[in-house]
């Protein structure tokens, strides 16, 4: 079965941090937001493992029309399975992402999660639907849902 990010990293981090560190992370997953952060996931399963592609914004309460908005994106796949760093798209334009680092999941896994940063054009004011960000890991193609944003005129 697979679970949503938040609760697998609860469950990862349940069994290693001390209780008030374990409170802290429940308020975490119970925290609820009008206008929450976008980030948008989609799990694909296959027969060599799990990976999920999860892409988000930074600081998406200071974007403002016409200014760069920087993004993140996380893929979390088997250590085995690499991840083409050449392959990303937003749609079908090719997406240039700088790699951060790749860090374990934990150390009896082979579950890595991989981190990448992005820059979009700045955008004018209104509601933009961006395309599906994908990418290529383990030859397998995995794409994220398409990410909606507000960007106040």
């Known amino acids: 079965m697979i679970y949503g990010s938040k609760r697998l990293l609860f469950m990862i981090l349940a069994c290693t941090l001390p209780l008030n560190s374990m409170e802290f992370m429940k308020d975490y997953l119970d925290y609820s937001d009008e206008k929450p952060l976008p980030t948008i996931a989609n799990d694909f399963v296959y027969g060599d493992g799990t990976t999920e592609l999860t892409s988000q914004i930074s600081e998406y309460e200071n974007i403002t029309a016409g200014k760069p908005i920087q993004g993140s994106i ?33 150390s009896t896994s082979h579950i890595v999660v991989s981190i990448y940063h992005f820059q979009l054009n700045g955008m004018s004011g209104g509601t933009h639907t961006l395309p599906p960000i994908n990418v290529k890991v383990g030859g397998k193609l995995v794409r994220a849902l398409p990410l909606t944003l507000e960007i106040p005129n």
Not at 74 to 98: M, W
């Open 74 to 106: 996380f893929v979390t796949h088997d250590s085995n399975n690499k991840v083409d760093i050449e392959s990303f798209h937003l749609g079908d334009h090719r997406l240039y992402v700088n790699f951060v680092q790749t860090a374990p999941m934990s």
